[in-house]
């Protein structure tokens, strides 16, 4: 599951409840939204009266011109109205389109309008609410985007009346029972780990389950969605080098960050709390700073704006011999590849230069056909000063912050 919506058409309609004739035999397309909410019990009936008019129009369909969308954004629970077997809606879908998340450009538009579009509050957003159009408006209505991060959490999640703290458990994880707990928290917290770190992981704090580590993945990933298995670029699919990723940042934040602070606030010093969540979250920005700074270039790629053409989706490259590079990008029409280290902290990407010098090398002699090409560095972070982009420079490599990629978005 991810946190994008899912627009599901069903090619005929639901009946208008007068009993003598249909908003789509009329020639109107009919649209209910959230419509993961008839998964509840108190709704679910809704399903089956909506099953007969559907049933009634497709002996004609033909001659309906009108039609049905429904609308949600949690995928496992649209799943359980329109695919189980047992699922009055089975088998009925027509069409499914998958609506994405809003662009970084759109992201800044909001940030422009209503605050202060610092490299800092963009990746303090993203890495909460990546694009996902509810949790920005949520963020406005609450007059929090353009709070510092602890005003902006504490209004967001730890008030009584904050929109979002019981999000994560009423929506991404309740169906789940608390039932992969040790496993989804691990990833969250341990962003790229693999198969190997989570059975260690498990053995270690619940052993009972350790020979269901690999059911419980499997389930996670393909069943829930919450999860993805990442390659390094260039792998192929069948190869072992695979890392566990939390696929959306909401939850991802929530359960590395945020939901064991939440959860203590009837009994620790909300102001503590806040203050703990926030320096967790922080920690949390490094991987989030990872996909933002991926997304962005491609990104600025699609829409040929100016920097680097990408041929391949920007990954990073790792390998068992502890090769890391935190990006790699392709330019195969100008033979180009470029090479990058990421930090949340700009003052520790000096001292990161000389050890990806190394790492590149390692993947330059595993991968000689790139040899050829003209090889970039790039050293990202949020913010670098003046000072230190010329020391990076004079060392041969680019110095990029979130200032320049975002500058003509």
Request: hydrophobic share 40%; with cysteine.
């Amino acid at each position: 599951m991810t946190s994008t919506s899912n627009l599901t058409a069903i090619n005929l309609s639901l009946g208008a409840w007068n009993g003598d004739a249909t908003l789509a035999e009329q020639g109107f397309v009919v649209v209910l939204d959230e419509f993961q909410y008839f998964h509840r019990a108190a709704l679910i009936e809704f399903t089956s009266h909506l099953q007969r008019e559907v049933d009634r129009l497709s002996a004609s369909a033909s001659n309906v011109p009108g039609g049905l969308f429904v609308l949600g954004s949690i995928h496992a629970e649209l799943t359980a109205l329109l695919d189980d077997r047992d699922a009055p809606l089975y088998n009925r879908l027509t069409d499914t389109i998958e609506v994405g998340h809003l662009d970084i450009a759109s992201i800044m538009e909001i940030l422009r309008a209503h605050a202060d579009p610092d490299p800092e509050r963009l990746l303090l957003l993203w890495n909460l609410f990546e694009g996902v159009p509810k949790f920005y408006r949520d963020c406005f209505e609450q007059g929090a985007l353009a709070c510092s991060a602890p005003d902006l959490l504490r209004r967001m999640f730890f008030l009584s009346s904050a929109p979002l703290r019981n999000e994560a458990e009423n929506w991404f994880l309740h169906e789940l029972r608390g039932r992969y707990d040790v496993v989804l928290k691990f990833i969250a917290r341990n962003p790229g780990c693999s198969n190997g770190d989570l059975d260690m992981h498990v053995r270690q704090v619940s052993p009972e389950s350790a020979e269901q580590t690999a059911g419980y993945v499997k389930i996670l990933t393909e069943r829930y969605e919450l999860i993805e298995r990442r390659l390094p670029v260039f792998a192929k699919k069948k190869e072992r080098k695979g890392r566990y990723h939390v696929r959306d940042n909401f939850l991802r934040s929530w359960l590395s960050a945020l939901a064991p602070f939440v959860s203590a606030v009837n009994f620790q010093p909300t102001e503590v709390l806040v203050q703990r969540a926030s320096a967790r979250l922080q920690e949390a920005e490094g991987a989030g700073l990872e996909r933002l700074v991926a997304t962005l270039y491609e990104e600025r790629s699609r829409k040929a704006l100016p920097g680097f053409a990408l041929s391949h989706r920007i990954d990073g490259y790792w390998d068992a011999q502890g090769t890391e590079i935190d990006l790699v990008a392709v330019d195969d029409l100008a033979l180009r590849i470029r090479f990058g280290t990421c930090k949340r902290d700009e003052a520790k990407l000096e001292s990161s230069l000389a050890v990806t010098d190394e790492h590149i090398g390692r993947f330059l002699a595993q991968l000689p056909r790139y040899r050829t090409y003209s090889v970039e560095k790039v050293a990202i972070a949020p913010r670098i000063a003046p000072d230190r982009a010329e020391r990076i420079q004079a060392r041969g490599w680019l110095a990029e912050d979130l200032r320049t990629l975002t500058a003509d978005l």
